[in-house]
């Protein structure tokens, strides 16, 4: 209907500028026979002949979608068209018209349609066309009707056949025919009249070589057509005597190209000689061949490059001896040039990153694939802005023709003929298939929201936010294909299968939901904590998945931002035997539902975060290129892969290499181990990503408080850093330093890395006063400065535990007897140690007794300032506690020494340690060490005498 009042429009405004016109004879409107293979397409007009005056054209042409859908419709000569195409009912609505004054005649093509062979068979291609001239009288006109073979089985493979002479036209016998293309190869040998024939060739492209030992090889290439035969006959000339360097065949096997490089020349071609790979022009590696090769011998290399196709296909060529360094008989056959259509069409550019957003919008920018630049809220993107999937092609094992949108993804494996993709929908499905809660596998798996909660013990349906497989990809597809197997209906019948699967494949299933459970006021769970499918446990809360400073988690911080997607590594958990299940959370990245903004650091809900450690994409750079007319389109479903784009940032900070999620607004850091944080002192090393466009770095420190300037960390010439060098092998130390600001060559520093646990920078505090500071990473690319979008807390800590009395006893060098040695209470046994110390970062003590005669000392237990002890009764995490008075700590005897002590001075030494991680940096290849501060000891004396 919506078609049809826009029509009456466009009729409507051209009443005026049409002439009347009357047929001498009924026009004809046809469309053209066609054929193509499977998943490739061909090109066919509409014609209209003999009209008269004509100002307006509607076609409706009807095809069979389980043989041919439409991919495009282009404009005839007639006018530019507009067209409808509904590949889901199989029919394409085609209009247009034109201004001028008298209507057209004659005869032209209309529109060119480009049909996708999708099926087997053959689709009658049926035409309905309504022609008008300007005051909407009916053209008479008839219809004449096409078809669409789409060769299969044995009509699918096609012959080439010919001679093979030479010079003189007489027959070469035993001369080798090789074909070789994308569909396939093949290859013969001429008999006695130089007569070859290769069959069962899939239809497509093909370059076919004949060679014969003496003679220079001819290639040609021929289209193979299914059920036809070819000729093609070849005159070989003699060869000069020497090497003769050809590129065979190209092809891709996943997203490495690979190439055939020949010696079809009459003398060896020496090893020393480079291969390059250009892709669309651009020149992206090269190989260097190391082997001699024989006359007519030929080798399958690849170039160990990564090739990321650029949606449907790429231009490649790959040319030999691109240096001449050899010296051939023909130097004009080098090079080899075809296109090779991406592994899974659109779905390569999901490997890396793919994503959905929270709302639909058009695209300015690239058109997708199917010319419908309608982006909605349910389709699969990729990087550099591509529809990997519509939401229609995810859910085509359902059987489903609707848009659902998309709330959860994870793109597990797109190397399966169908990419194996996980995700959930927001809408259920129409025939009760599924529901939006449910996890849902582009293979067919069902897995209902009961038996993802199975292990919370709910059975209601909360929702699915979010979700990402931990594990082996293989065994992640065969826990999938078991639930296909399982069903839908047995699984929500005994939910408790789905944990009992996981553990058996040792795989696991994170997620979040819509909903909170069991109520809002008594939560189990809230929708913005990422959740295990395998242990009901939470995996991470709200409030450790944000930094310290965010006010997220309940009750806590007051604030549940939610969780709208999340990704992660697929490396499995640990598991403590202490504690038991420990996930990986370092690596997880996610969006929430709600946004933020302070001082400190801000976010959206459609920015990329990682745990603990602020934004590392901003929605912008994920959806700019769309050129939507709208900013921040959110963010529904995220999917990163593990060589996902590289983001420049700090990631360690200190002696230990502690993760900067686990260092706190306060500048500590918590080490899971011990109960406590950790401030930093002496070096602080810092480690990090420095991607490959970034031309210079640094890493500068602010005071948190106060005016300050900001300054560059820098490590000089003069402090004598060497690390190893991969020019030499790795065997040369070099010097490795900063300028006077801190500015590392970045260049440099990724040469170095192959052979250096290379840090960013070390951070030498010793000059600095004890407090809290801010760190970031400055970079440079393109000639501009750049900083990382969150700044990181440092404390430091040079100032060790400070003694302000010690005692044992009733006082110092007082002689004691073994009735002294016996007291005994709650803590110990004999001489009562006493002591008055403060830190601020103080964490433990421990005693010791030794004498003048006994060559060891006797260790008492070390005690932490958080024991539940009578030891540790007068600690706090500051030191002993009430401040400014002495308190007992614990008691000391002789007789731990020996079991008859003899008369002499004795020793009781109390040693004091704080929390702090302690940096070294040395100047050796090593670079950084470290290590928690060493204890401060101070004793004091007192005799025995039996």
Known sequence: MKWKLIAGILVFAIVLTCAPSVAAEPAVVSI????????????????????????????????????????????????????????????????????????VSGSFVFAEVTFKAVGCGESELALEAYLQN???????????????????????????????????????????????????????????????????????????????????????????????????DFELLPALRRPDLVIGAVWNEGDRIYYTLENAGGVIAPAGHDTALYINGDQVSSKMAVTDLEPGDSIDLDFGYRWVCTPPADNVMVCADIENIVQESNEDNN???????????????????????????????????????????????????????????????????????????DVIDIEYEVPLVAFSTELDHPEGIFTAGDLLSTHGAVIPNSALLAKFDIRVDLGLDAVHFIGEMDRIAGVLSKAQDIGRTELVEAPGILPELLQEHEIDIWFSTEGTAPTPDSPGFLDGDLLSVKTGMIVASNGVLLPIYVPAGIPDRGVDFGLDAVTAERALPVVD????????????????????NSEVFNFTDGDVIRLGDGVVRRNGDLVNCFEPMALELGLDALSVGTTSACVNRITNIGGLQTAVADIGIDGRADLWYPQTDHPFGRNIPFWGNICDDVTRFRVVYKADSGPGNETGIDVQSGCGWMVKDPMTGCATDVPWFSDSDGWYDAVRYRELLPCNPLILTNWNTLIMEDGLYRVWLEYERGGIVEREPVDHFVRVDNTPPEFENLSVGIGICTTYGSTDMSVTDALGTGLMVSAQFNDTHFWKYRLRIGGDSYPTFHYYDVINYYDARPEAANLSETGTTPNGSIVDLHRITVFDLAADPVECAYSANLLLWDRTIIGAFYTDPYGVGGHFRSHVVRPIHFKYTP
């Open 577 to 596: 035997p202490n504690s038991g299940y420990v996930p990986d959370r370092k690596a997880i990245i996610f969006s929430t539902e709600i946004l933020y």
């Open 32 to 103: 053209g026979d066609a054929s193509a293979p499977l998943e490739k397409t061909a090109t066919v007009p509409i014609t209209i002949e003999n009209v008269e005056g004509m100002c307006t054209v509607a076609v409706e042409l009807y095809y069979n979608n389980s043989v041919v859908i439409v991919e495009s419709v282009k404009d005839g000569n007639f006018s530019s068209v507009t067209a409808e195409i509904d590949n889901d009912n199989g029919v394409v609505r085609i209009d247009a018209f034109t201004v001028v004054a008298q209507g």
């Open 335 to 409: 090079c080899l040039e075809t296109v090779l259509y991406c592994p899974h069409g659109s779905m390569d550019a999901c490997r890396d990153i793919a994503f959905s957003t929270e709302v639909d919008f058009i695209t300015h920018g690239p058109a997708p694939p199917d010319g419908n630049p309608i982006i909605s809220d349910g389709d699969l993107l990729g990087a550099n802005c591509v529809v990997c999937a519509r939401n229609h092609e995810l859910l085509n094992t359902f059987q489903c023709r609707y848009d659902l949108g998309l709330d959860a993804v």
């Open 134 to 232: 300007y005051d909407n009288r009916s053209i008479e006109c008839q219809v004449t009707a096409g078809t669409f073979r789409v060769p299969c089985g044995d009509d699918y493979a096609g012959c080439i056949e010919g001679l093979v002479m030479d010079e003189s036209g007489s027959p070469l016998k035993e001369a080798s025919v090789v074909a070789k293309g994308r569909p396939g190869s093949g290859e013969d040998e001429t008999d006695e009249e130089g007569y070859y024939e290769i069959c069962d060739l899939k239809a497509g492209t093909y370059n076919v070589t004949a060679s014969m030992q003496g003679y220079t090889p001819q290639t040609a290439e021929a289209e193979v057509i299914a059920g036809e035969r070819l000729r093609y």
